[in-house]
């Protein structure tokens, strides 16, 4: 399960990666959390466009806007077969913008938090879906990252990781008029490049009120759980 993650990188950055003005309200984040608002890239109507989304899916069926409905994470074996998630991988297809995400490493009964990101820092995009629900006059549209199996550089702190996307896939993953189940379920595995780096960091990161570069500075030596 990927339940946190980071966009650090200035406006000019994003802009050059995702060839796409960065609006205004995408600002510096260091401990993005479940149930907050995230910035997400879609497409609507053959343009893309930056979206602020709720971080956990509500389908659209739900009856209610209950958390018992709302999931962060989507399994890529079942993305195409799970009801929450049948429709948004059919055509509502989205790109997470990143930097960094966290795991926790068990290391006996407590938790070493770790970030894993690119050597160069250089952001990037998860795949995931969105959806919209509605009751009402209330409408809430959220989204949930898709996850995989770890690669060989995530697998000593946990099984599992979320899905990142080159960016050859970007057009193929946001394109809402194509729809070929197993093309997309196959862009849906471990990340392949060499270059993730992971850094243990202290535990400034385990409460989701903190959101500052505190979160990513690295463990002290003698701050290390299981030294």
């Given amino acids: 399960m990927c339940g946190r993650y980071a966009l650090r990188s200035p406006r000019a950055r994003l802009e050059?990666?995702?060839?796409?003005?960065?609006?205004e309200w995408v600002t510096p984040r260091?401990?993005?959390?479940?149930?907050?608002a995230i910035a997400v890239i879609r497409e609507r109507h053959g343009q893309r466009e930056w979206a602020a989304l709720r971080w956990g899916l509500i389908p659209f069926w739900s009856k209610q806007d209950n958390p018992r409905y709302a999931t962060?994470?989507?399994?890529?074996?079942?993305?195409?077969e799970k009801p929450a998630y049948r429709k948004p991988f059919r055509a509502q297809r989205c790109l997470i913008p990143a930097d960094g995400f966290y795991e926790w490493k068990a290391a006996g009964k407590a938790k070493q938090p770790f970030f894993i990101h690119l050597k160069d820092d250089a952001p990037f995009a998860f795949a995931?879906?969105?959806?919209r629900w509605q009751q009402g006059e209330q409408v809430i549209e959220s989204a949930t990252l898709i996850v995989t199996d770890a690669n060989a550089a995530m697998a000593p702190v946990h099984e599992r990781m979320p899905v990142i996307l080159p960016a050859e896939n970007w057009r193929l993953w946001l394109d809402q008029s194509h729809f070929d189940a197993q093309q997309l379920q196959a862009l849906l595995k471990p990340y392949a490049g060499k270059d993730l780096e992971l850094n243990a960091v202290n535990r400034t990161v385990n409460?989701?009120?903190n959101d500052s570069a505190d979160c990513v500075a690295p463990a002290a030596q003698g701050d290390l759980l299981g030294d």
């Fill in 128 to 131: 995931g879906l969105w959806d």
């Fill in 207 to 209: 409460s989701p009120s």
């Fill in 16 to 23: 050059e990666t995702f060839e796409l003005q960065v609006p």
């Fill in 30 to 36: 260091f401990n993005i959390a479940p149930s907050q």
């Fill in 72 to 80: 962060i994470n989507a399994r890529a074996e079942t993305v195409a």
